[in-house]
Every structure is written in structure tokens, then in C-alpha cells.
């Protein structure tokens, strides 16, 4: 694995340029994908939030450093979702409504993809109205739910309770995860299961779909 703290430094620096082409360049030399957004990626965007919070770095630091990573990860994305023919379960993901971060939730659908589920990507700001519609229509098994944000958290709960009135809860087994989300908040709005990152959501959902 090269030494990719030049991919760091271009996602915490919002530089789209040199992340895509850094990205490209590794991925030339066989760099490991998932290693280059766990050990890479994933912290560049964690000191993007430090910043944030104690203001050295503001709104459109946030922007540029979110459109680097995503570049990035677009160039990514195919190796992360490769699989085999059968898919081993359905799922329905979205960021939950009022929730506009989508990378953590991009990537959880990626490797859900690559872990051998259909994923149905509903985006981001998903009310409950258009998950219970999905998971009807799709006939999924699983609904993963993403929140960023604390004052969005009650969204997930929102989500379960639709799912509930709409006879659909016994039918799917509902995931959630997101910077702010617990065990214990999961535990607390009923839902099936807590992931703290996009490969434990993968392993959660395996383990689930052959329980
Ligand atoms: Co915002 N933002 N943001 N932001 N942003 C945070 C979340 C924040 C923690 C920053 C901070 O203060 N340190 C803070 C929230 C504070 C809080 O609620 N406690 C915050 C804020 C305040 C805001 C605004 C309100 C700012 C403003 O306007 N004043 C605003 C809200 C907009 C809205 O949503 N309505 C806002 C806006 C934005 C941008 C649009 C500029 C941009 C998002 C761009 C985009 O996503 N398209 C942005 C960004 C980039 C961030 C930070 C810096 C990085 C988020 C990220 O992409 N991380 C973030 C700081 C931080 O998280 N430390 C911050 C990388 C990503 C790979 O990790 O999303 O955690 P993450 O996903 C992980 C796990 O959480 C897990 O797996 C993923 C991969 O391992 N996971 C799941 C996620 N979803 C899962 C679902 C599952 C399982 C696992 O289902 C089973």
C-alpha cells in the first residue's frame, strides 16, 4: 500500500484536483480501495469536522472537502460494490429527512453493494412516507437509516413508527448508523441493529440475513 497522506491532505484541503488524481494514481499502483478510505478518506473528512467545530474551518471549507471525497469515492465505488450473481438480501438506505449528508451513507450503500445485497439508494432527506413506499414497492428485507445530525436523529424513530402504522415492520429488519447514533439509541426506538461504520453494516446485515 503506497503512502497515501498526500490523499489526506487533498481531501482536508478541498482540493478535488489533486484527490481525484492521487486516487487514480494509487488505484494504478493496486492500492487497496477499502484500506484507502479507512485509513485515508474517512480520517481526512473526521478533521474536516474537528475544524469545523472550532471554527478554523467554516460551511464552504466543508463543501470543497465533501466534493474532494466524493470525487474519490466515485472513482472508487465500482471496485467497492464488485460481487458475485445472487444478491443476499434487499435493502432500502437514506439519509433521513432534513439530513442533507450523504458520503457516509454512499459508502455504506457501496459496500452493502459489494457484500452481495440489491441496494435501492433513496438519497438523502428521505421522509418516512417515501422508506414505507420503497420497501413496499421493492419488497426489501432490510432498511438501513442514516443521521448526521442530532436534531435529525428523531427522523429514524419517525421511520420505525411509519413502518409499524404502514404493517410493514415484521417484514424488514431495520439498520441504522451515522456520527451521532448509538447502540443504545437504536436500542431505544426499536430498531434491529447499530453499525458504527460502513464495514460492520455490512457484517451486521450478513449476519442478519442468514439468522
Ligand atoms: Co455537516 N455537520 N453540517 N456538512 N458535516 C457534521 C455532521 C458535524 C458533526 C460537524 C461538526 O460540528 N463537527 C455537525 C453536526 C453536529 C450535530 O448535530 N451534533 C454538522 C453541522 C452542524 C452541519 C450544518 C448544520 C452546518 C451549517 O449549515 N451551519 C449543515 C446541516 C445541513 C443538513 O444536513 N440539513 C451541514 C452541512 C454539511 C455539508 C453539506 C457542508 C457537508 C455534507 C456534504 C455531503 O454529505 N454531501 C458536511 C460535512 C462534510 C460534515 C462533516 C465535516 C463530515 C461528514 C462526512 O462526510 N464524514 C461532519 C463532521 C463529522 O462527521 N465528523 C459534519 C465522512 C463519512 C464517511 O463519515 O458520515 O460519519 P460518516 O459515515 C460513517 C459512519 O457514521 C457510518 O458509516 C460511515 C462510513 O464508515 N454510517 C452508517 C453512516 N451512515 C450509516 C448508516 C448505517 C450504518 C452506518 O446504516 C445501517
Redesign the pocket.
Known amino acids: 500500500m503506497p503512502d497515501l497522506t498526500s490523499l489526506y491532505t487533498a481531501i482536508l484541503n478541498g482540493d478535488a484536483k489533486a484527490a481525484t488524481a492521487i486516487t487514480k494514481e494509487a488505484l494504478a499502483e493496486n492500492a487497496d480501495p477499502l484500506e484507502m478510505v479507512n485509513r485515508y478518506m474517512?480520517p481526512a473528512?473526521?478533521e474536516?469536522?474537528?475544524r469545523?467545530?472550532c471554527e478554523e474551518y467554516f460551511?464552504p471549507e466543508?463543501?470543497l472537502?465533501?466534493r474532494a471525497?466524493?470525487g474519490s469515492l466515485e472513482l472508487l465505488r465500482p471496485l467497492l460494490t464488485e460481487r458475485g450473481s445472487e444478491p443476499t438480501g434487499r435493502v432500502v438506505i437514506g439519509t433521513v429527512k432534513?439530513?442533507?449528508?450523504?458520503?457516509?451513507?454512499n459508502?455504506?450503500a457501496s459496500l452493502l453493494e459489494g457484500g452481495g445485497f440489491e441496494v435501492i439508494d433513496l438519497g438523502a432527506d428521505v421522509g418516512p412516507e417515501r422508506f414505507v413506499a420503497a420497501v413496499r414497492e421493492k419488497n426489501a428485507n432490510f432498511v438501513?437509516?442514516?443521521a448526521?445530525?442530532?436534531?435529525t436523529m428523531p427522523s429514524m424513530r419517525k421511520t420505525i413508527e411509519a413502518l409499524r402504522a404502514a404493517n410493514l415492520r415484521d417484514r424488514v429488519r431495520v439498520?441504522?448508523?451515522?456520527?451521532?447514533v448509538t447502540q443504545q439509541w437504536a436500542d431505544e426506538i426499536g430498531a434491529d441493529g447499530f453499525?458504527?461504520?460502513?464495514s460492520a453494516?455490512v457484517t451486521l446485515a450478513r449476519r442478519l440475513a442468514a439468522a
Do not use: R, Y
Not at 432534513?98 to 451513507?105: E, T, V
Not at 453499525?195 to 460502513?198: E, F, G, L, S, V
Open positions: 474517512v473528512m473526521s474536516v469536522g474537528k469545523f467545530e460551511v466543508l463543501l472537502a465533501a471525497m466524493k432534513g439530513d442533507l449528508h450523504d458520503i457516509g451513507k459508502l455504506v438501513c437509516l442514516s448526521l445530525l442530532t436534531v439498520l441504522v448508523g451515522g456520527a451521532p453499525a458504527p461504520n460502513a453494516a
